[in-house]
């Protein structure tokens, strides 16, 4: 724990001008960003006698390490820096609204030449109106399929498309009167555009219109005695009312606007927006936060609308915004949501009619979905704090495991053996901090050398962090560059945020590329890894206890690495899958834990997704591997000329017999070209022809390639079926 006058900053350094400031951890973790007005006065509020600061703030500046501002010219620029750097950093001591759900919209892709109506979720694209949020996608659903009987625009994907054009068969809503069928040129391309923008017209609020001008027709029909007619029109109409009361109208007046309502407690706020367009609720959202410092209704209105509209701009941010409260100063948030639109935005408190009693509904549904939220929680929560605490009791640990990384080595028969590590904080996943490992430093199945390699390069890794921060100022180069993996998260994003309690928080997750057979000590986690830009540094955050998938020699190795390098703050055991006995360093026989201990079941969870992410990868190797080629081996020849050579050979075999002279009369291939590909091919040694277990046939490379079995798709039938082969797999 830091005590907050050891960085803080000298009298007259700071400037008393708008600006925005960084508080850091001893990692050069940024845990908090803020505004101010003027920093001298805002950041001499931290540095106040620690018993008068709110106990989160409290925790906070204790946690800091250094505190660090940068002066702009105004509020507005100092707001629109805040939420930048916010984005970028990912503050634990921020506050972060977690989206309860991923909220459909009903989007029309007006940027095609056959526009599509559809549900879509996610980032919004450019050249595509959307409608909403909606509560459910069958919400969206519902009303598209009454609207298609008067705007019958087309709903099918690209594939069913261009397959209805190709047979000139429309699909069923063609037949039935639900499409307009453009796939088959029933209409043109011109006029069905012109439908769906009447579409996405009455879905913007401006349904007037299209009714008195259906009533019309329906009159007109019945005085011509065109009775199916006005029947058929009668039945639009009917469908049209029946969308438009699944949102009925609230604000007389058609009003754009979004209503925001907060609820909050000592330690928690929901929030809720309902969308208004055209006096008419289009879509609903809610957010929950933790409150990690001690923060004002219009404080929490402030982050809401960054949150809302940062990404926002034009027609998205609606004239009129209807708030609780306002947020401290008001001008230059009203500026920003300006200039967000292009044009004037209001941004104020209902006092009256009915936007006040519509402000009433949003408050009711924030407090139910903060009591519902709590409800949620408190049992999620109250079971991982006892499963920590578990663990913590039976290790003897000082305290509850926070971060737990895990260990797992897979092999098949001592071929592609690779390791993988796992971290859970808290009691969750947290797979952005997920890698893998190639074991590299020797050849053969040995798991206790492999989980003693494998321990050394992380954690080596994790002193040569801090001894470049300065953490660890004695430190000497290990030669780390020799040791080699292969580090990559798993593609699966981030884990949901988890409401870590105050002072323990969590690493900030950070996203990796695949490396290839990459240096340890630079694996590719792309911008994410500049020095001083406050983000994650790969192996930077050591873990309270590291858990690897085996018995007492597992266990051994682990403990000897850790030991080589130095470290003795950080606990180790093992989970035997045999027993689910749980192994500790120097210990003859293990700790068992009752079956029915949660702290047993967060091990469990944490070995098993270990095990599954090791052989994933072990998988995906072995899979490479064979349906590896000479031809990767040439320098300088991609996957297309590859595919010529192939094509015009049938296959490697009778390119390895071919000339020069031959090789170059395969288009795109040059005389130098030619020389280096014979080279690898002669230098390249033949591969063992597969052979089919079912019937005992060569499967020689004459015929093109061989044939593949369904488990591993390219893979060759050369060792057993399927399930013996996973018999083998570690």
């Known amino acids: 724990m830091a005590d907050p006058s050891s960085y803080r900053p000298r009298p007259g350094e700071i400037p008393d001008s708008p600006g925005v400031y960084r508080f850091r951890d001893e990692h050069r973790r940024v845990i908090y960003v803020g505004k101010a007005k003027s920093l001298r006065q805002r950041l001499a509020n931290y540095f106040q006698d620690l018993a008068n600061l709110h106990p989160r703030t409290r925790t906070m500046v204790t946690t800091a390490a250094s505190v660090e501002w940068t002066v702009v010219s105004t509020e507005v620029e100092a707001l629109q820096l805040e939420y930048s750097w916010i984005k970028e950093y990912d503050p634990r001591f921020n506050v972060k609204y977690r989206d309860d759900k991923s909220y459909p919209y009903l989007a029309v892709t007006m940027n095609e030449e056959f526009p599509r109506v559809q549900v879509m979720r996610g980032h919004k694209k450019k050249g595509v109106r959307y409608f909403g949020p909606y509560g459910h996608a069958w919400a969206i659903r519902d009303t598209v399929d009454l609207l298609l009987r008067v705007f019958p625009v087309r709903t099918c994907s690209a594939g069913v498309f261009k397959n209805a054009a190709r047979t000139g068969r429309p699909c069923l809503l063609g037949y039935i009167g639900k499409c307009s069928a453009p796939c088959v040129e029933r209409i043109s391309a011109e006029d069905h ?6 579409f996405c017209d009455f879905m913007a609020g401006r349904t007037g219109t299209y009714l008195r001008r259906l009533e019309r027709k329906m009159g007109e029909a019945a005085e011509d ?23 009925a109208v609230v604000l007389a007046d058609a009003t754009d606007a979004d209503l925001i309502a907060v609820a909050e407690d000592e330690l928690e706020a929901a929030v809720q927006i309902f969308h208004v367009r055209g006096g008419r609720v289009r879509g609903q959202r809610g957010w929950v936060t933790d409150k990690v410092e001690e923060i004002t209704t219009g404080a929490l209105v402030e982050h809401a609308l960054q949150q809302l509209y940062g ?87 000082d305290s509850a495991p926070l971060r737990i990384e895990c260990y797992d080595i897979s092999h098949l028969q001592g071929d592609d053996v690779v390791a993988s590590m796992v971290v859970f904080e808290d009691g969750l996943a947290r797979k952005s901090e997920y890698r893998r490992f190639q074991i590299k430093g020797f050849r053969g199945q040995d798991d206790v050398r492999s989980m003693h390699e494998v321990i050394t390069r992380r954690f080596r890794r994790y002193l040569a962090e801090k001894e470049r921060t300065g953490e660890w100022a004695d430190g ?93 703050d950080i606990a180790v055991c093992g989970l035997a899958k045999r027993l689910e006995e749980v192994w500790l360093p120097r210990e003859d026989d293990p700790v068992v834990l009752p079956r029915t201990s949660e702290g047993l079941y967060l091990l469990q969870r944490v070995r098993d997704e270990a095990h599954r992410f090791a052989i ?93 079995t369904a488990d591993a798709p390219g893979e060759p039938v050369s060792a057993g079926t399927p399930d013996e082969r996973r018999g083998q797999e570690r």
């Not at 005695?225 to 949102?247: H, T, V």
């Not at 040791?483 to 998260?489: F, H, L, R, Y």
């Not at 790969?538 to 873990?543: D, E, H, I, L, N």
């Open 476 to 568: 000497e180069d290990d030669g780390l560059t020799t040791a080699t993996t292969d580090g990559e998260t798993p593609g699966h994003g981030t884990a949901p945020d988890h409401g870590t309690a105050p002072g323990h928080g969590t690493a900030p997750g950070h996203n990796a590329t695949p490396s290839g057979a990459a240096d340890d000590l630079a694996l590719t986690d792309g911008p994410a890894l500049k020095d001083d830009d406050g983000r994650p540094k790969r192996f930077a955050y050591p873990p309270q206890l590291v858990v690897v998938d085996g018995g007492q020699p597992q266990v051994a190795a682990a403990q000897r690495a850790l030991d080589e390098l130095g470290i003795d």
């Open 193 to 198: 555009q012109e439908l769906a923008e009447e």
């Open 616 to 708: 994933t990868y072990q998988r995906t190797k072995r899979a490479k591997r064979f349906r590896s080629s000479p031809l990767d081996e040439v320098p300088g020849l991609g996957e297309t000329r590859k595919q010529a050579l192939i094509k015009h050979f049938g296959s490697v075999k009778k390119l390895r017999s071919a000339t020069i002279d031959q090789i170059c009369e395969v288009p795109g291939i040059g005389r130098k070209t030619a020389e280096t590909v014979a080279v690898a091919l002669a230098r390249a040694t033949p591969a063992a022809p597969a052979v089919n277990t079912a019937t005992g046939e060569i499967m020689d490379d004459e015929d093109g390639a061989p044939e593949t």
């Open 225 to 247: 005695m065109e009775y199916e007619r006005a029947a058929r029109l009668r039945d639009d109409i009917g469908a049209l009312k029946k969308a438009m009361e699944k949102s």
């Open 311 to 397: 990404e926002e701009s034009g027609d998205a941010v609606p004239k009129e915004v209807l708030v609780p409260a306002l947020p401290d100063p008001v001008e230059p948030v009203q500026q920003w949501l300006t200039d967000r639109r292009g044009s004037g935005v209001s941004l104020r408190i209902p006092q009256r009619g009915d936007k006040k009693a519509l402000m009433e509904t949003v408050q009711r549904n924030a407090q139910q979905a903060l009591v519902l939220h709590k409800t949620k929680r408190a049992s999620d929560l109250t079971t991982r704090s006892r499963a920590l605490e578990e663990i913590a009791d039976a290790l003897d640990l």
